[in-house]
């Protein structure tokens, strides 16, 4: 009797992730809140634990959750226990609540996980469900979702207000930021007007637009990809103002590394003789953000406003951002090689120093 069970319960981890990919569920609960260790002879929670932990431990009542799914996700291994048995070692577990009710027999199920290494920042732990959620306790992921909405549809009419104001102060300038065709001019004429006055008041608006466009963008993959990108927990928000707290601190950050590559190329310029690029080449890494980034923020906000929650679709358009920075590093190289009058050496060191290193160190802070 007990083989027959455990057979069961092989066969239940096969069907249930078959059923979790084949429908489109929506996170019940999540149980990160009620995870406890074990320490000094007693169970506590794990929020308040001291140093790390390897196992962690919740409890499911089952009968609250009939024909819903367990799911457990982490880009690490784990291995699950449920009430003391061994379950599987993998690193994305679903397994139905109904089934698991009739192999253990109980009313209430502990579940163990351990992790060698210690318990990982992505680990994932949530009751799915095919059902609308009902229940006025369940209601709160619910409301989580729409707080977040109601931000992405908030900031986006900022940026847009904000954009349009930048543009009526200085039509000329906008007008050249937003040209697409002197993208791809390798030899495109000096503007004295334009490339002079790189600090100029509405230069350092559209910085700041930048900043918090870039934001904007980064807030709401992160909102979805938590489990891919580690990074993602530090600016994940529970209600409206801590997602509009979350976003300025994020545009801060980047802010501050727009003035630090400003003063990178204009110290570098300097070094090889070359001041007069530092304003074309910040120049036109500014243009690149406005209109690349730019219409692709256009369609990440018109697809989560529509209430699009693919993850997939979210870790595309992250993935787009290491290609626009590549595709920049090779086209300001090209742009730079017939004017700045040096060897090949000169240039590529140039580049190096101010688009291959920070482009490296970008990839590191999003995709680890």
Same mark, same amino acid.
């Given at each position: 009797m007990k083989i027959n069970r455990y057979v069961l319960?092989?066969?239940?981890?096969?069907?249930?992730?078959?059923?979790?990919?084949?429908?489109?569920?929506?996170?019940?609960? &999540?149980?990160?809140?009620?995870?406890k260790v074990y320490q000094n002879d007693q169970y506590q929670l794990y929020a308040d634990a001291d140093g790390e932990a390897s196992c962690i431990y919740f409890q499911i009542r089952l009968a609250e959750f009939d024909k819903d799914l367990l799911y457990i996700n982490d880009s690490e291994a784990f291995s699950l226990f449920v009430n003391g048995k061994f379950v599987a070692n993998t690193q994305r577990l679903t397994l139905k609540? &109904?089934?698991?009710?009739?192999?253990?027999?109980?009313? @209430?199920?502990?579940?163990?996980?351990?992790?060698?290494?210690?318990?990982?920042k992505t680990l994932v732990t949530q009751i799915k469900s095919s059902k609308p959620l009902t229940?006025?306790?369940?209601?709160?992921?619910?409301?989580?979702?729409?707080?977040?909405?109601d931000f992405?549809?908030?900031?986006?009419?900022?940026?847009?207000?904000m954009l349009i104001t930048i543009v009526r102060l200085n039509p000329k300038l906008a007008s050249d930021y937003f040209s697409i065709t002197k993208i791809f001019f390798l030899r495109e004429s000096d503007d004295a007007q334009v490339y002079s006055r790189i600090t100029s008041s509405t230069n350092i608006l559209f910085y700041i637009?930048?900043?918090?466009?870039?934001?904007?963008?980064?807030?709401?993959? $992160? =909102? $979805? @990809?938590?489990?891919?990108?580690?990074i993602a927990y530090s600016f994940h928000s529970q209600s409206f103002g801590m997602a509009m707290l979350q976003w300025l601190k994020l545009s801060s950050i980047v802010l501050a590394a727009f003035f630090l590559k400003i003063i990178l190329i204009y110290s570098l310029t300097a070094m090889f003789g070359s001041g007069e690029l530092a304003s074309i080449h910040f120049f036109n890494w500014v243009r690149v953000v406005l209109i690349?980034?730019?219409?692709?923020?256009?369609?990440?906000?018109?697809?989560?406003?529509?209430?699009?929650?693919? @993850?997939?679709?979210?870790?595309?358009?992250?993935?787009?951002?290491?290609?626009?920075?590549?595709?920049?590093?090779?086209l300001i190289a090209l742009k730079l090689s017939?004017?700045?009058?040096?060897?090949?050496? =000169?240039?590529?060191?140039?580049?190096?120093?101010?688009?291959?290193?920070?482009?490296?160190?970008t990839l590191k802070v999003l995709y680890n």
């Open positions: 319960l092989i066969l239940l981890l096969a069907c249930g992730a078959q059923i979790c990919y084949a429908q489109k569920l929506i996170v019940k609960k &999540d149980l990160e809140a009620e995870w609540i &109904d089934s698991l009710r009739k192999v253990f027999s109980s009313a @209430v199920i502990t579940c163990a996980i351990h992790q060698k290494e210690g318990i990982s229940k006025r306790g369940e209601m709160v992921l619910e409301q989580h979702s729409s707080s977040f909405r992405a549809i908030i900031s986006f009419m900022i940026l847009v207000v637009f930048c900043s918090l466009m870039l934001s904007y963008y980064l807030m709401i993959i $992160f =909102h $979805f @990809v938590p489990q891919h990108h580690p690349f980034f730019g219409a692709l923020t256009i369609v990440l906000s018109v697809y989560f406003i529509m209430h699009g929650q693919e @993850v997939n679709f979210f870790t595309t358009l992250l993935q787009l951002l290491a290609w626009v920075l590549a595709g920049w590093m090779i017939s004017r700045m009058g040096r060897s090949v050496f =000169h240039l590529f060191s140039y580049i190096c120093a101010t688009e291959l290193i920070p482009f490296l160190i």
